[in-house]
T-cell receptor
Framework: SAVISQKPSRDICQRGTSLTIQCQVDSQVTMMFWYRQQPGQSLTLIATANQGSEATYESGFVIDKFPISRPNLTFSTLTVSNMSPEDSSIYLC???????????FGQGTRLTVV | GIQVEQSPPDLILQEGANSTLRCNFSDSVNNLQWFHQNPWGQLINLFY???GTKQNGRLSATTVATERYSLLYISSSQTTDSGVYFCAVENSGAGSYQLTFGKGTKLSVIP
């Protein structure tokens, strides 16, 4: 298994500002994933972050809005830039314990933009 | 991409009742997991079950990969079982280790 520490757990931000979310894993992992969950909705993958390379973004998500860093095999950050109320969501990071096996999630960051 | 459908979308149970949640998927999968999302938003791993049957206390799950569905059974439900249950799959052919989530079943257990 993997233990993931994600912070902050929640935040209320002013529109136009940016928030950086951190995700720390207790073991080295090749890939980390960032998901968004809009209110009352399911989870949608934002991007896949590999150490040493640029993140791969899913359709509808762009690097300028959601820049991601992956400086080592245990840590990643997601920044939500130039926020608007539509960015109010839960953001979750995830890792897999090994290729094609069980995925584990951080506790999530509940973001409210006012 | 792969489609994941969960049913029912909403379910209200009296405490002590049993229930079955269903997950249908449109293609072969490497990985299928059931999660429980608690009221604080955290996703709790229930089962990693790409095929076969597993049991953990009052919960059990069965995946019939050849028929592309999975079932989650909750017996003797408790109020703490309330929340949203998600099924998520990883497409065999994708090679990306990305999970596709269903829309979830919102379970409310009333005393």
């Amino acid at each position: 298994s993997a233990v993931i520490s994600q912070k902050p757990s929640r935040d209320i931000c002013q529109r136009g500002t940016s928030l950086t979310i951190q995700c720390q894993v207790d073991s080295q992992v090749t890939m980390m994933f960032w998901y968004r969950q809009q209110p009352g909705q399911s989870l949608t993958l934002i991007a896949t972050a590999n150490q040493g390379s640029e993140a791969t973004y899913e359709s509808g998500f762009v690097i300028d809005k959601f820049p991601i860093s992956r400086p080592n095999l245990t840590f990643s950050t997601l920044t939500v830039s130039n926020m608007s109320p539509e960015d109010s969501s839960i953001y979750l990071c995830s890792v897999e314990a090994g290729g094609g096996t069980e995925a584990f999630f951080g506790q999530g960051t509940r973001l409210t933009v006012v | 991409g792969i489609q994941v459908e969960q049913s029912p979308p909403d379910l209200i149970l009296q405490e002590g009742a049993n229930s079955t949640l269903r997950c249908n998927f449109s293609d072969s999968v490497n990985n299928l997991q059931w999660f429980h999302q608690n009221p604080w938003g955290q996703l709790i791993n229930l089962f990693y079950i790409p095929s076969g049957t597993k049991q953990n206390g009052r919960l059990s799950a069965t995946t019939v990969a050849t028929e592309r569905y999975s079932l989650l059974y909750i017996s003797s439900s408790q109020t703490t079982d309330s929340g949203v249950y998600f099924c998520a799959v990883e497409n065999s052919g994708a090679g990306s280790y990305q999970l596709t989530f269903g829309k979830g079943t919102k379970l409310s257990v009333i005393p």
